[in-house]
């Protein structure tokens, strides 16, 4: 049985996992949309609908100075879909669906392709040199939300906006050279946007994902791998497994052994 059918077909019986799916459930119906919302709108230019007289913002790595803010909205469009799935909560199927129609009203005002609650230069920057944190992380952490809520929820709203923002990627990669980017990934946490390139292409068959899923591969991790070395000592380990993670996911959707082998060599070292 595939994610999907377990996600929508089993359920929680009554003891300790069932009351922590509830208090998780009650703590995503805690939070503010608008706060969630907050960064994608300012960085939209879409103040008129920032509500004045909200309760105090996120802090942390979502506070407004961070450059990572907006992330947490992503884990939290993820977490929402998840339960939906399992438990068909109508709040919370209403909540992300205002969510996705609101950050799609973001990416219209941004041109109709950057769709993310930090600038496009952030990336831009990175790939000058400048020390930006992570940019290309929170992109795929709002894309991966995004897909879930298509895939739990049933939301095309939530694929369209991916569509176009994968365009900004594509042009983004035309005219980067393939050292540059690698040199960006080696400098910066990418998360999981590797994984994510295929499983949009699995899940749509475009072969602008299948691109950019292997744009995002990481040569100074894989080649080393491939070669049997072992290059993960003192390497950060929440960078290496999303990325191990994407090689897994290329070897399901097109069934290259190259992938199967990065995997399998990142398992034994």
């Known amino acids: 049985m595939n994610l999907e059918k377990l996600m929508t077909h089993v359920h929680l019986a009554d003891g300790e996992a069932a009351r922590r799916q509830k208090q998780n459930t009650d703590y995503l119906l805690e939070l503010n949309p608008d706060n969630l919302l907050f960064p994608y709108r300012w960085q939209a230019g879409d103040c008129g609908s920032i509500n004045r ?3 105090e913002l996120h802090g942390g790595w979502d506070s407004q100075n961070s450059h990572i803010r907006g992330t947490f909205t992503g884990h939290w469009l993820s977490a929402a879909a998840h339960i ?3 438990t068909r909560n109508r709040e919370l199927k209403s909540r992300a669906d205002f969510i996705v129609d609101e950050i799609k009203k973001c990416q ?3 041109g ?3 769709a993310f609650p930090i600038p496009a230069e952030y990336i831009e920057g990175v790939k000058q040199g400048r020390s930006f944190w992570a940019p290309f992380y929170v992109c795929h952490k709002v894309m ?3 897909l879930d809520v298509y895939r739990y929820m049933d ?5 369209d906006i991916i569509d176009h923002a994968a365009d900004w990627f594509v042009d983004f990669t035309a005219r980067t050279t393939r050292a540059q980017l690698t040199e960006m990934m080696d400098i910066q946490e990418t998360g999981g946007i590797m994984e994510l390139w295929a499983d949009l292409y699995g899940v749509t068959g475009a072969p602008k994902y299948l691109e950019l899923m292997r744009a995002f591969e990481r040569p100074a991790l894989f080649e080393p791998l491939l070669a049997g070395k072992d290059v993960l000592t003192n390497m950060h380990a929440n960078t290496t ?3 191990a993670h994407g090689a897994a996911r290329a070897y399901e959707v097109t ?5 199967r082998r990065i995997v399998e060599s990142y398992w034994d070292w």
């Open 53 to 55: 007289r909200m309760p």
């Open 84 to 86: 939906y799935a399992q």
């Open 108 to 110: 219209t005002l941004n």
């Open 112 to 114: 109709g392709q950057w």
């Open 144 to 146: 991966m939300g995004l």
């Open 155 to 159: 939301n095309p709203v939530a694929l």
């Open 241 to 243: 497994i999303p990325e």
């Open 255 to 259: 069934g290259e052994e190259r992938y």
